[in-house]
């Protein structure tokens, strides 16, 4: 059971991480750092959460997400840059949450949290590049709201009950394996006919101004 509770610790934090790195940090070590939650032995590793830096630190940057992650393609930009910081925080958190383990086992732990991490992030990102083809911008909020308040209930299911949070988040990960490729699909699709339409508008552009300098030669 214990193996169980840490794996389901380590995958929630891996997952929530890919969604919302800094809101997850930030949120967990909130609740070792006023004593909400009462570390087991076996997550002492997670106290770092709780120190005064880290809490700055992940505070800080959670308000410029919080902002940046509202505004149409500015988030799309912002995910690009987290695309290898989101994974690489996740893997960390996840190891910390794991502790000391055999070497074997914490490599399979690094490769799954890295992926598991990577799966979210992938979908959020994808999600939002969807959202972004719509000319208004209240989907994008709805969607930043939505996801930060997955990761604080996903938090607390995973400190609460891990044993669940290792069943949930194993099966949304699942899911989100079937639902991307078709997603990216649509996302490479739209893509194209934006930029069909571009290529249209440059043209009749360059159509305009060859026939004005015909114009004017014949003059």
Not at 10 to 23: K, Q
Not at 39 to 64: F, M, N, P, T
Not at 194 to 211: C, D, F, L, N, P
Request: charged fraction near 15%.
């Amino acid at each position: 059971m214990q193996i169980l509770e840490q794996l389901g610790l380590a995958l929630g934090l891996a997952s929530l991480a890919g969604l919302n790195l800094y809101l997850t940090v930030f949120l967990t070590g909130l609740l070792v750092r006023f004593d909400a939650l009462h570390l087991a032995a076996k997550y002492q590793s997670l106290e770092v959460l709780g120190h005064d830096w880290v809490l700055i630190a992940a505070g800080v940057l959670y308000g410029i997400e919080f902002f940046a992650d509202k505004v149409p393609w500015l988030d799309s930009l912002w995910d690009s840059v987290h695309t290898l910081i989101r994974p690489v925080g996740g893997t960390i958190l996840a190891m910390q949450a794991l502790g000391d383990m055999p070497p074997h086992v914490e490599v399979i732990g690094a490769l799954l949290a890295g992926g598991a991490a990577l799966t979210t992030h992938s979908a959020k990102a994808g999600t939002r590049l969807l959202a972004n083809h719509s000319p208004e911008p209240a989907s994008n909020v709805v969607l930043s709201l939505a996801e930060d308040i997955t990761v604080v209930a996903g938090t607390l299911v995973m400190l609460m009950k891990p044993v669940l949070a290792l069943c949930v988040f194993t099966a949304v990960i699942i899911v989100l394996w079937l639902v991307l490729p078709r997603m990216f699909r649509v996302i490479r699709r739209s893509f194209e006919i934006v930029r069909g339409k571009w290529r249209a508008v440059v043209g009749r552009g360059e159509r305009g101004e060859g026939a004005r300098s015909l114009s004017g030669a014949a003059t």
